[in-house]
């Protein structure tokens, strides 16, 4: 699930540099970017791991 959100993010922030889009410095490209690796790494690191451990296995 992280990873999609990663995904997302760093969609949006190369739409955002690639048509030059003026916006806030919280919504700048290279921010977006940022928050997507990081969102990647928390991936990475198994921090959505616990959410698929609640199904039941027969």
Do not use: I, K
């Given at each position: 699930?992280?990873?999609?959100?990663a995904a997302v993010?760093?969609?949006?922030?190369?739409?955002?540099?690639?048509?030059?889009?003026?916006?806030?410095?919280?919504?700048a490209p290279t921010?977006?970017?940022?928050?997507?690796?990081?969102?990647?790494?928390?991936?990475l690191g198994g921090?959505?791991?616990?959410?698929?451990?609640?199904?039941?296995?027969?």
């Open positions: 699930m992280l990873a999609y959100v993010l760093f969609f949006v922030a190369f739409l955002l540099n690639a048509t030059s889009t003026s916006t806030d410095a919280v919504f921010s977006l970017a940022l928050v997507g690796l990081a969102v990647l790494a928390a991936h921090a959505g791991a616990a959410l698929g451990s609640r199904r039941r296995h027969r």
